[in-house]
């Protein structure tokens, strides 16, 4: 919208003599560029039990990268960097939903056992040592058997949703078709066995 009405006015900027000349307004610009920006940290902060190692790198290189920018943006002002910072927040965000897609179980929404293991082996190349607790689902095709399997595929979503919420600090994927794994930082054996016995009760 802004665009379109600085077609008409040239608040923003013009072009005078095949020049970029900046309009009276030019600093709106940044608006949609910030709240992009903004937007894209509160998706990332809401999700970022589920995102890979490789994208909470490059999150948390964006905001030096934006600042960087708007740096030379204001200091030489013949560049156009908001546009170009603006594009790059919507193409980080479209390949990493796409993968994020595509790396997920279909029915659970939980990520896939291929990218949670590659999460695993990556963390631990880096030192880590993590608490991982696996659950399985006992004779869970009595379940399809009795209600149907459209009844039994809601269950699952189901345990998968309650995993995800009520298992804080913990990553979880579906591993096998009835079975879910876990995965946290270690935090000492007592505790995590603590942890365990409360939530089995739960679960």
């Known amino acids: 919208l802004i665009n379109i009405l600085n077609l008409r006015f040239g608040w923003i900027f013009t072009f005078e003599n095949g020049r970029y000349e900046r309009g009276p307004y030019n600093q709106i610009g940044y608006i ?3 709240i992009e920006v903004g937007m894209f940290c509160v998706c ?3 999700n970022r039990t ?3 190692t490789s994208l909470k790198r490059l999150v948390q ?3 030096t990268l934006v600042l960087l920018m708007t740096i030379i943006q204001v200091l030489f002002p013949d560049f156009i960097f908001t546009g170009m910072l603006s594009a790059i927040v919507c193409m980080v965000l479209f390949i990493n ?3 994020t897609r595509n790396g997920r179980d279909a029915l659970t929404e939980l990520p896939s056992r291929t990218n949670f293991m590659q999460e695993i082996h990556a963390r631990r190349k880096r030192g880590d040592t993590l608490h991982l607790i696996m659950v399985h689902l006992d004779r869970f095709e009595e379940v399809n058997k009795r209600y149907g399997v459209k009844m039994g595929d809601a269950v699952l979503f189901s345990i998968a949703s309650f995993l995800s ?3 804080n600090g913990y990553q979880v994927c579906r591993f096998g ?3 879910f794994l876990l995965m946290a930082k270690a935090s000492g054996r007592k505790k995590e ?3 365990v016995k409360k939530n089995h009760r739960n679960i």
């Open 32 to 34: 949609p560029m910030f």
């Open 177 to 179: 078709n009835t079975s």
């Open 165 to 167: 919420s009520k298992m």
């Open 61 to 63: 290189t964006l905001p």
């Open 97 to 99: 939903f796409q993968s």
């Open 193 to 195: 066995m603590q942890y």
């Open 44 to 46: 990332y902060l809401r």
């Open 50 to 52: 589920r995102i890979g």
